[in-house]
C-alpha cells in the first residue's frame, strides 16, 4: 500500500479512538450530570464527536482545508455511517443473536468503510 495512504489511515484510526473517548465522555456526563435521557445525550454527543473528528480530519488525517464542500461530504458519510451502523444492529437482532455481535459487526466494519469514503470522496481532490 502506499504511504500517504496508510499515514491516512492510521491517524483515521488514532482520530477515531479520541472521538470515540469524546463521545462517550459526553454522553456520559450529560446523563450522570444533567440527568438527560441516554437518547438525547448520546445524540448531543454523536454531533459533538462528528463536528470535532470533522476538524482533526481534515486538518491531520487527510490535510486538507476546511471547506463547505468537505464538510457536506464529511456529514453525509457520518450519517450515513449512523443509519448502517443501526442497520447492522437491527439485522443481528433480527438474526436473534446477541447484541455484542452487532456490537462487534459495527465496530469491525464501519471504520475502515468510513475512511474509504472518506478518502476516496470526502477529501478526494481530482487532478
Do not use: D, K
Not at 502506499?2 to 454522553?27: D, E, K, Y
Not at 470533522?54 to 488525517?61: F, G, K, L, V
Not at 464529511?74 to 449512523?82: A, K, T
Amino acid at each position: 500500500m502506499h504511504p500517504h495512504f496508510m499515514r491516512r489511515a492510521v491517524r483515521f484510526g488514532l482520530t477515531g479512538v479520541l472521538n470515540t473517548g469524546v463521545h462517550v465522555a459526553i454522553a456520559s456526563s450529560l446523563i450522570e450530570l444533567l440527568r438527560l435521557t441516554p437518547a438525547l445525550a448520546n445524540g448531543i454527543a454523536f454531533t459533538a464527536a462528528t463536528l470535532i473528528s470533522y476538524w482533526i480530519n481534515t486538518h491531520w488525517s487527510f490535510s486538507a482545508q476546511m471547506h463547505g464542500r468537505t464538510l457536506f461530504r464529511f456529514s453525509m458519510v457520518s450519517l450515513l455511517g449512523l443509519f448502517l451502523a443501526m442497520g447492522l444492529s437491527g439485522l443481528v437482532h433480527y438474526l436473534g443473536l446477541s447484541y455484542w455481535y452487532g456490537i462487534a459487526t459495527v465496530i469491525c466494519v464501519m471504520p475502515p468503510t468510513n475512511f474509504l469514503l472518506h478518502h476516496y470522496w470526502t477529501y478526494h481532490q481530482p487532478h
